[in-house]
Antibody
Framework: EVQLVQSGAEVKKPGESLRISCKGS????????ISWVRQMPGKGLEWMGRIDPSDSYTNYSPSFQGHVSISADKSISTAYLQWSSLKASDTAMYYC????????????WGQGTLVTVSS | DIQMTQSPSSLSASVGDRVTITCRASQGISNSLAWYQQKPGKAPKLLLY???RLESGVPSRFSGSGSGTDYTLTISSLQPEDFATYYC?????????FGQGTKLEIK
């Protein structure tokens, strides 16, 4: 079974750093891209950026460029989303999702990681 | 960037009704469109891709159509489990963008 399993919920203070993870299983991790999607409380879905785990090539939505960093460790089939300095406005659910070059619909999705940033 | 305008933002319907949700892209996207269903507290689930191709395991009451800039999702006969929020997404080029969502509620 193809699965993406994300790390657990996080509660952080403004200014702190954070890295959340997304582990793929049941498929060849380097054959598919991983995207990250933000969903703020009560709001819609926003694409943040993607990574090709085979060579760690990334590209970001202009809305998120410079605010987050996406990386991957193909040896453990895991992708990451990282912040160096969190803000209260980063409070959201974050999903990872798999897709393939030329076939860029998202399936499956991870279960989501809730990030809460509060002083 | 390509903008996706989805309508309506909410919809009340009854079990057995036929409903249609529309998504309009700000430029042509050559059928590079997916539809997702999201239930409260859950991750989105892929329903259709390439505008009209049904994902494996998705009931045939879901269908998609369209071309160019205009696309529709139709549910032919609503079932109780279909009450959820639906999103369109283009994947024609990055940045990929989603529609604002349509919340389908029980009348």
């Amino acid at each position: 079974e193809v699965q993406l399993v994300q790390s657990g919920a996080e509660v952080k203070k403004p200014g702190e750093s954070l890295r959340i993870s997304c582990k793929g299983s049941g498929y060849s991790f380097t054959s598919y891209w991983i995207s990250w999607v933000r969903q703020m409380p009560g709001k819609g879905l926003e694409w943040m950026g993607r990574i090709d785990p085979s060579d760690s090539y990334t590209n970001y939505s202009p809305s998120f460029q410079g605010h987050v960093s996406i990386s991957a460790d193909k040896s453990i089939s895991t992708a990451y989303l990282q912040w160096s300095s969190l803000k209260a406005s980063d409070t959201a659910m974050y999903y990872c999702a798999r897709h393939q070059a030329g076939y860029n619909w998202f399936d499956p999705w991870g279960q989501g990681t809730l990030v809460t940033v509060s002083s | 960037d390509i903008q996706m305008t989805q309508s309506p933002s909410s919809l009340s319907a009854s079990v057995g009704d036929r409903v249609t949700i529309t998504c309009r892209a700000s430029q042509g996207i050559s059928n590079s469109l997916a539809w997702y269903q999201q239930k409260p507290g859950k991750a989105p689930k892929l329903l259709l891709y390439a505008a009209s191709r049904l994902e494996s395991g998705v009931p045939s009451r879901f269908s998609g159509s369209g071309s160019g800039t205009d696309y529709t999702l139709t549910i032919s006969s609503l079932q109780p489990e279909d009450f959820a929020t639906y999103y369109c997404q283009h994947y024609y080029s990055t940045p990929y963008t989603f529609g604002q969502g349509t919340k389908l509620e029980i009348k």
